[in-house]
């Protein structure tokens, strides 16, 4: 009896060891692919508790994740021939796990392939293109065509990339003095441009200003003199008039605004016989 219950023991010992190894669990993250012999028997992309044939099947696992992959920086040559060091990285996933493994094997060979596929579609694309294009907000449209292509070309290994970013453009570090100075040149040339412009304009304006001020100057004088032409008239009227009221007192008033002229511009010679002094010599 005694013997009986050891051999069901070790017969339940051995059957539980058996069914422990034949199962094998799936993470939700997860993907499995049971090779035997270096056959692939199932795939398993659903999370759970599955089966295999213990000691003859081998479960690999892999992520159902997007992962990263920092893709080392590469030169590339743009349109306008410059160099540009561009630092990129890819997001991808494995989308068919029995693919993936008969064509990459390993996580380690599939981002070396995803290296090689991106770098030469980023070097294909950004050579079409110029640096200026390269550094502006176009780029963005340039890394969705990047994305587009390596999707393509990496479709039949069981890979999707889900998008291309770059971390930075920079220029090799013997090139950026030489751009400063470029774009120093062009800052300056369009400062003297914007300079020359408002020395134009100011020269217009003060054009303009000195004719208005010729026009007013002209005007006034006009003004002036038909003023005066006005006052010298009306004053021949009032001296007509007055000699006509008084010829007398008029001619004494003419001769006592001579006196005034003549006194203030210096020596005066007196004499009876000039005709201007008559009413000087007659007053007693």
Do not use: C
């Amino acid at each position: 009896m005694k013997a009986k219950i050891i051999t069901i023991s070790v017969i339940l010992l051995i059957a539980i060891i058996f069914l422990t190894l034949s199962m094998f669990v799936v993470d939700q993250t997860q993907q499995a692919v049971v090779l035997r012999f270096g056959q692939i028997v199932n795939t398993y992309s659903t999370p759970g508790i599955h089966f295999r044939t213990p000691f003859v099947d081998n479960v690999v696992k892999f992520e159902k994740r997007i992962l990263l992959y920092d893709i080392e920086p590469e030169k590339i040559i743009t349109l306008d021939k410059k160099t540009l060091i561009v630092d990129t990285y890819a997001l991808w996933k494995i989308v068919d796990a029995k693919k993936f493994i008969e064509t990459m094997k390993t996580i380690g060979l599939a981002e070396s392939r995803i290296d090689d596929i991106v770098y030469s579609n980023i070097r294909n694309v950004f050579a079409k293109h110029s640096f200026d294009e390269i550094i502006s907000d176009k780029r963005e449209s340039f890394l969705k065509e990047v994305t587009t292509l390596s999707r393509a070309d990496l479709e039949n290994f069981g890979i999707e990339i889900v998008d291309v970013r770059v971390k930075h453009a920079d220029l090799p570090s013997e090139n950026v003095s030489a751009v400063y100075e470029r774009m120093k040149a062009e800052r300056y040339s369009i400062a003297a441009q914007i300079r020359a412009e408002g020395q134009k304009e100011a020269q217009k304006i003060r054009a303009e200003a000195d004719k208005n001020v010729t026009v007013i100057l002209a005007q006034a004088q006009s003004q002036a003199e038909k003023i005066r032409g006005d006052g010298e008239a009306s004053a021949t009227r009032i001296y007509a008039l007055a000699y006509q009221t008084n010829p007398e007192f008029f001619e004494l008033w003419r001769s006592l605004s001579a006196y005034d002229t003549i006194l203030n511009n210096g020596t005066v010679i007196f004499g009876k016989d000039l005709e201007i002094f008559k009413y000087i010599f007659e007053v007693k």
